[in-house]
């Protein structure tokens, strides 16, 4: 029951980001003075239609997509030449047309995530402790010496009192820091040298230190190498082969280094109040190409953290500019194969998704909606030939070749004689 009513609530989520996307090209065509001959939401045979002002508003049968009809804009069709259709109208006019749908998803998006600020976040309660979870090999923090463990105290002379602040503080995107530590006691300073950024994502957003995400375990797999071991649902580890883990993080570098034919790991958890010791062996998983024992991680207790409307604004930026730039980090990760295709989720696998986010309540619903919101507009934009971005190409395309004939002929006009023209 709880699946098929996912799907539903999928579908209608789903639903209202195509009919924002569908919104924004028909606003912009009848701002443009381009005849609409349909605004459709759904396709297939109408369940419901009205016209209005020489537009005919519908609800398909199949309620996943939508689109707008202009007049003229099918080549196809029989064109009458009038002045209110598509292909008669400026060039600047039809970009705009085809822009405003993914505009309009990007804004709305923006929208939601102020509203998801002002609302309430739920944030980890690890996040109120600015101890290092782990550090990334070749990073900056680790070519500075910063080890899992260490508390930041302050950076660039400004002090830390959680993950919200050191993330803050990278968010400058200086060439270099100074970081101030508390290390078994001792203060020490270091200066993080940041490397020359020349991708969109940056390797390193905080120096190469990572959130200390406690080693909790949500859950077992069955038939994994934890289960076997008897590792359980609630178990922390806290030290693999005698050395202390603060973090996932740490936990998942460690398995991941594991060679097959090596010794089994030795892993302590706190279970309760007592300590306990497992030894198992990691398995190399054909598919996630890495080795697993087969647990998950739980995040812990979390807080509701509210911003006031003008706080709220930066916030909403950030995380829409991390949404943005996301989906180029996926792209470049099939590129390079390190993630394959079929672990990517497409229209089938984001509608129940979208349908269990609305079950978690307001705040899951709004980051999610936001999230494909954004990247349904990221992908129209890209120069296809199915997608907006594909008609803007186009445009631009024939502008040019505009401009040169133009251009051509001018020069023509100006160099041959009279008689030749």
Known sequence: MTSILSIVLGL????????????????????????????????????????????????????????????????????????????????????????????????????????????????????ENPTVGAVMDSSAARIAGIEAGDSIISIDGKQIKSWEDIDAAFALQQN???????????????????????????????????????????????????????????????????????????????????KQGEEPLQVNVMRGDSIMTFSLKPQFNQETKRNQI?????????????????????????????????????????VSREVPASQLSGPIGIIPASGFMVLQGVSPILNFMALIGIQLAVLNLMPLVITDGGILFFLFLKERIVSLHRLLQAASDSILPAEYQ
């Not at 209110?84 to 709305?108: C, H, K, M, Y």
């Not at 508390?182 to 905080?206: A, C, D, H, S, Y």
């Not at 859950?219 to 071991?229: C, G, I, K």
């Open 176 to 258: 270099s820091h100074k970081v101030e530590y508390l290390r078994n006691g001792q203060k020490n300073t270091v200066t993080l040298e940041m490397p020359k950024q020349e991708k969109l994502i940056p390797e390193f957003p905080t120096g190469g230190m990572l959130k200390p995400l406690p080693a909790n375990v949500a859950e077992v797999v069955t038939n994994s190498p934890a289960q076997e071991a008897g590792i359980q649902k609630g178990d922390k580890v806290i030290s693999i082969n005698g050395k202390r883990i603060f973090s996932w993080f740490e936990l998942v570098t460690i398995v991941g280094e594991y």
């Open 294 to 334: 087969g647990i998950r991680v739980d995040e812990g207790e979390v807080r509701l953290v509210r911003y006031s409307p003008v706080a709220a604004v930066p916030k909403c930026l950030d995380k829409a500019w991390e949404y943005t730039t996301m989906i180029f980090d996926v792209i470049g990760k099939l």
């Open 12 to 127: 209608l989520v789903l639903g209202v980001l195509v009919f924002i996307h569908e919104l924004g090209h028909f606003l912009a065509a009848k701002w443009c003075g381009i005849k609409v001959l349909a605004f459709s939401i759904g396709f297939g045979n109408p369940l419901f239609k009205r016209s209005y002002k020489g537009t005919e508003y519908r609800i398909g049968t199949i309620p996943f997509g939508g689109y707008v009809k202009m007049a003229g804009e099918n080549p196809d069709e029989t064109r009458q030449g009038e002045p209110d259709e598509f292909p008669s109208r400026p060039i600047w006019q039809r970009a705009l047309v085809a822009f405003a749908g993914p505009a309009a998803n990007f804004v709305t998006a923006i929208l939601m995530l102020w509203v998801l600020f002002i609302y309430g976040v739920e944030r980890p309660l690890y996040y």
